[in-house]
């Protein structure tokens, strides 16, 4: 990973995000092979890598019988700061994921999403060289996760922090994430930038009418001249449908526009298709459904947290 | 992991369960009413048996309430310590506890601060009993010194009940489950000790299974301040068979925390 990236780690139920991440979060003991973090092996500098590490799991981590504020103290408590830094790191952490107002009442009167920005501001506190974000708004309604997802925004440009994000939202890695891997069955399948994955499935599909007031011969010479641009790769018509496959993504539209600006015809209808990062994911690791193995207690965690996510207590 | 980190994770352990504590005013509540139905109604009921001067020989007392009051602080630091380790079931199903695992704190300080959260509640729990046993009239003999060594010898017994707690919770992952084990062992504790009752009155094979009983070393040296006086071949003797007690228990919670899986 790089430093100051928002890095996405994507993969089915069973992938092994899960394990690769209590293993560097020094929860599991690696089975083989070794980890760094910040240039600290996870198995043997245990201390260094948790105070390199800020871990905010797909569970509510939070006490809902304290406040916000107490969390917080705790938190920075845990992590050995002296009593002023803690006040000081408290303000800083509060603020920035804008729960101050909040910071004095119990945490069982928030709301989902205000539960999960003080859990995020827990695993910020101690100043982490590399935060975890474990499927952060899983659970989320739509508001709730823009608003999240503004709050990691915020995170990568005011404090430069790195990020590892785990997700099974793709438009959430899409958004978030300027580089992604995607792992099955403990591999690394693909490792890129979400664009440049959405390029190797091939580019976008333009898919294009012209109207019936062009003089004949002209939509022919205007085919012709697209077909010997270098962005496009195949035209083929399909129940009037023009359907043009290019090897570029958002560029090959304005070229497709300058390259008709030179005809005397007019389009009756245009539209882009960009393969998706479902697709890109679907490629890499197949259509076929997963086996969960998932213990009971984790099943009963995940209960009780989609309930506190959702405000009730 | 050092010393330091130690002290400072056991610290910030204790804080949060305190704090929890006295944000439950009902749980503090309870913890104070549910002494006084024991010594109230229990006590009453019983009176009467020290009528019988044969009864009241047998429990060396006049005053059925004086036996009592001893036993009460030790029962009530039975359960304020053997239930207590529920809390990381809780922790453990609200994802709090993955936190404290993977804070740079050592796994054993979680247990250790926990533990001390339950003496210090048992500790008050037992004042409140000292303060009502002297409302009801019982005077201990040895005054307000011997009062302070019996919380002490409380506190003690509900480091070694909840370290025994704190070890079931590492591996129990179900609070019904807990319960029916805590159930299933302290019944006939309770029981088989000298407690409610004298000993001398049970059958002898009760008496066989009392003298290994947890409960009669604690209760008889907290008895013995009250009606005896400073009697110190008791006092040390039970200090030293629940000490002994204690710092097993701790090796083996230790082990069991550092080594074993928690979640």
Same mark, same amino acid.
């Given at each position: 990973m790089e430093e100051q990236e928002i890095f996405g780690l994507l993969g089915p139920n069973g992938a092994g995000k899960t394990t690769l991440i209590m293993v560097l979060t020094t929860l599991l003991k690696p089975t083989?092979? $070794?980890?760094?973090?910040?240039?600290? !092996? #996870?198995a043997k500098c245990? !201390?260094? #890598?948790?105070? !390199? +590490?800020?871990? #905010? $799991?797909? @569970?509510?981590?939070? @006490? %809902?019988?304290?406040?916000? +504020? %107490?969390? +917080?103290?705790l938190q920075a408590g845990l992590y050995h700061m002296d009593r002023s830094i803690r006040k000081k790191r408290t303000d800083e952490v509060l603020e920035l994921v804008g729960l101050r107002d909040r910071a004095a009442d119990r945490v069982d009167t928030y709301s989902g999403g205000m539960r999960k920005r003080l859990d995020i501001a827990c695993?910020?506190?101690?100043?982490?060289?590399?935060l975890f974000l474990d499927e952060p708004t899983l659970g989320l309604d739509i508001q709730t996760r823009h608003e999240i997802w503004h709050y990691i925004n915020r995170l990568r440009e005011e404090v430069k922090m790195t990020i590892l994000l785990t997700t099974h939202y793709m438009d959430e890695a899409d958004t978030l994430c300027k580089r992604i891997a995607i792992i099955d069955r403990g591999e690394m399948k693909a490792i890129d930038?979400?664009?440049? +994955?959405?390029?190797?499935l091939g580019g976008g599909v333009i898919i294009f009418q012209f109207t019936d007031a062009a003089e004949p011969g002209v939509p022919e010479k205007a085919l012709e001249a697209l077909r010997g641009q270098d962005f496009v790769r195949e035209i083929s018509k399909n129940d009037g449908d023009f359907y043009l496959l290019t090897n570029e993504?958002?560029?090959?539209l304005p070229k497709f526009f300058t390259v008709l600006e030179g005809f005397p015809l007019r389009l009756k209808k245009v539209t882009m298709k960009m393969p998706t990062l479902d697709d890109v994911f679907l490629f890499h690791t197949g259509e076929q459904l997963r086996e969960g193995t998932i213990s009971r207690e984790a099943i009963a965690r995940s209960r009780s947290s989609m309930q506190r996510l959702r405000g009730q207590r | 992991m050092d010393l330091r980190s130690g002290l400072r994770g056991t610290y910030f352990v204790f804080w949060r369960e305190m704090k929890r504590f006295t944000n439950q005013r009902l749980r503090i509540m309870m913890s104070v009413v549910q002494p006084v139905v024991w010594l109230v109604l229990m006590g009453n009921m019983m009176t009467r048996l020290t009528d019988n001067p044969f009864t009241a020989e047998v429990l060396g007392v006049d005053n059925y309430l004086v036996f009592m009051v001893p036993g009460v602080m030790i029962m009530t630091s039975l359960f304020a310590g053997v239930y207590g380790g529920i809390s990381i079931i809780w922790d453990r199903r609200l994802g709090f506890l993955v936190k404290l695992l993977s804070a740079p704190i050592p796994r054993y300080s979680i247990a250790l601060g926990k533990m001390s959260a339950l003496i210090l509640q048992t500790m008050f729990q037992v004042s409140i009993i000292a303060v009502l046993g002297g409302l009801m009239g019982v005077r201990f003999v040895t005054g307000v010194g011997g009062i302070m060594a019996a919380l002490l010898f409380c506190g003690l017994f509900s480091a070694i009940m909840s370290s025994i707690s704190l070890f079931l919770s590492a591996s129990v992952?179900?609070?019904?489950? =807990? &319960?029916?084990?805590?159930? &299933?062992?302290?019944?006939? =504790?309770v029981f088989t000790s000298n407690a409610l009752f004298p000993t001398g009155a049970m059958p002898s094979w009760i008496q066989l299974i009392s003298r290994f009983n947890p409960i009669t070393y604690a209760v008889a040296p907290v008895r013995t301040l009250a009606v005896s006086g400073w009697d110190m071949e008791m006092i040390l003797s039970g200090a030293g068979i629940l000490l002994i007690m204690f710092l097993v228990l701790q090796g083996v919670v230790y082990f069991r925390f550092e080594r074993g899986s928690l979640l």
């Open positions: 083989g092979g $070794s980890a760094y973090l910040n240039g600290y !092996n #996870v245990t !201390n260094q #890598v948790r105070m !390199n +590490l800020g871990y #905010v $799991s797909q @569970d509510l981590a939070i @006490d %809902d019988e304290l406040t916000g +504020l %107490d969390n +917080l103290w695993g910020l506190i101690h100043r982490p060289g590399i930038t979400p664009a440049r +994955l959405k390029q190797e993504s958002e560029e090959a | 992952k179900t609070p019904e489950t =807990l &319960f029916a084990i805590i159930n &299933f062992l302290t019944m006939p =504790l």
